[in-house]
């Protein structure tokens, strides 16, 4: 019933009107446009929330202590320019338009734009005619030359990557608003501005067949749309300013399509995220004062990477904000129908992130897609293909903090200090998964290793394998040696049963310390239940590294109870300090069914742990290949990967994934089959 429910949905809206090359789904806006709430107040947000978290990062910046862990540090350039448009913005509000000039100039007497320029604040504040015409003739001279100064090299600006979209649009809007900021060397601003709308023309050539490569990060859409959202406001060239807003419109539909109410946070995949557990990050800050999720951006418990939530950055926040609800006739703010997105009870989201074509890295035109189911209210599961890589032109060099498998189940009225984890997969060489954690850590970041993962997922059902290779060199370090390698599943404490195959009946999560070590079978199976939404986890593979025989336990610690959450940890290899050599393979995989299921006893858990624990799984494992087969309910899941000497260095480790002997393709934006929001020029595969 449920699978029809879906199939349903999807004929409902399936018709299509082509406008302007560009596909518009009528029905699916006819839809959400019903759906859309109109029981928040964004207004009062910013009032209540915003204005405040921007008046804190100002005193940050006045006392030279800004960013709150692990320790404050000292100001830098954008830092400053930042501190100079909130002391703009808090005069013009609260002072009636009486601005404060002075302390402004202070910061930005301190910033002196160069070739490394990328604080947009500074040209922003150009465009506001209210400061402008408040400063006296020495700071107007003062920050037109210091413009001016800057523009003979953003002119010639390059991003290390077309693809690395954060640092990509911050340039690329700098050499619009500063090239075209009123006042300016008209020569100067006009090759700069070119240029960046050269920039922007390339970054849709590129996303038209390629996507948005930086996909989905809790931290990093919150840069690439405060960065958008000023070219949004102050580009002069009409018709490239209405590309900008659209970009801007497509990332809002991406959030919206993800959002998750239940934990008020992105579901689904991550490019990058700092909060391995909870999913929090700045883009909660747009988010909320847009209307999605009804808490206010917080550090959580024992946060070790508190997310810009009072971060100077914020004054862009405000800067949009403020300008798109005022009288000027700038400024964003998400239609209402894209924010609706969110309420489709049913959605499957399908898009895809590929890499530039520079090197072998690039080739991920079979693998690089991201695909995401939620049911409003239960759960929602996501998964992506392949490692994600932060500059596509490196050679194959994983990023640590990317969440390349994410599960959350709905509880009822979840805190954001102390939330639910997500389910996901994490590859440690600490035996400390929780991504809570600075010392010992070479980044002073949460990381992992590289899953190199070749998942495939058919809406609730996701076939998920992995091969490790501990001695690469990843995205910032590289370990010379482990006593410990292993593949953690983490589990939230906050469930109302754990249950493993078998079992007569099941267990409440732990609150201690504890472990369990679970018999490692063709049928292995564990699930989890949380309220009315049951996961069952099977696992079909956990190599042993050289000749130590590989466990799997049931574990919990003080540190992962304190932050809500246990494990299901698969060791490949625990004892005195190992290494291997780069041509190893330690596989692990898994098969993963998340559905509804009632029941305060746990039958419903049990009946899915069974259903999974009974599924046929073919596999071919031999020095060259590994091939893996499952039929779930009616579907049969595929991936082969090569597992051939030396260990894959590129994104071709995974053969082929398959849905019913149809290789999966990735997909431009879309809910339900339907593409919503599509960028500019977007093709039409």
Known sequence: MRTQSVKNLAFLV????????????????????????????????????????????????????????????????????????????????????????????HFLSRVQPDVGFVGNGFCALAHEEKFTNALNETSKTYLLH??????????????????????????????????????????????????????LDKWLIYAASAGNHEFDSPTYYWVQMNALSLGCMYAKNTMQ??????????????????????????????????????????????????GLGTHPPICEFKDAHCERTDDGQNALVLLNAWHARDDSGIGHKPLSSTLALSKIPIRIIQSKWLGQNRTKNNLTAKMGDRYNYIRSGLFAIGSVSQDYITNTHHTYEPCPQDKLISIDLALPNMTQFHPVPSITL??????????????????????????????????????????????????????????????NVILPTKATYYYVWGDSVPSIPPTNNYTRQINLSSSSTVGIQVANSCLAIRILACDGVQEYKPTIEIKADEFGISLGAFRLVLYHYKGKNASLSSTSHVANGFLMVVDECDGSSGSGLISLVNEVANVVVDEIYNEETWKIKAAVRGTVLEVERD??????????????????????????????????????????T
């Open 146 to 199: 210091s413009i001016n100064k800057a523009l003979p090299s953003l002119s010639i600006w390059q991003s290390i990557d077309v693809s690395y979209s954060n640092m990509y649009f911050m340039g690329m809007i700098n050499c619009i608003i500063c090239g075209e900021a009123p006042g300016v060397d008209r020569k100067l601003g006009t090759a700069a501005a070119q240029h960046g709308y050269n920039l």
């Open 426 to 487: 994490v590859h440690d060489w600490l035996d400390h998964p929780w991504g809570h954690l600075f010392a010992n850590n070479p980044t002073k970041k949460p990381s992992h290793l590289a899953p190199h993962p070749g998942n495939v997922q058919h809406e609730n059902i996701l076939l998920a394998t992995s091969a490790l290779n501990p001695s690469e060199k990843m995205d910032g370090f590289q370990i010379s040696g482990f006593e410990s390698l292993a593949t």
């Open 241 to 290: 300013k209405k590309k900008i807003c659209a970009i801007l419109e497509h990332l809002w539909a991406d959030v919206a399509s993800n959002f998750f109410q239940p934990t008020e946070t992105l579901s689904g995949a991550h490019s990058r995220d700092y909060d391995f557990l909870y999913g929090h990050g700045a883009l909660q800050v747009l988010t909320y004062i847009n």
């Open 14 to 105: 399936h018709q299509d009107l082509v406008i302007n090359n560009m596909y518009i789904n009528i029905v699916l806006v006819l839809l959400i446009s019903h759906l859309a709430s109109s029981t928040s107040h964004p207004s009062d947000r910013i009032t209540s929330w915003l204005i405040p978290a921007v008046k804190k990062s100002l005193s940050e910046a006045n006392a030279n202590a800004c960013g709150p862990h692990p320790t404050p540090h000292p100001c830098a350039g954008r830092d400053i320019s930042n501190a100079a448009v909130s002391t703009y913005l808090i005069s013009a509000i609260e002072n009636n338009g009486s601005i404060n000039t002075t302390g402004a100039m």
């Open 643 to 684: 597992v051939s000497v030396p260990h894959c260095q590129s994104w071709d480790c995974v053969v082929y994934r398959r849905i019913n002997g149809t290789d999966v393709v990735p997909k431009s934006l879309r809910v339900n089959g339907n593409i919503v929001v599509p960028l500019p020029l977007l093709s039409k």
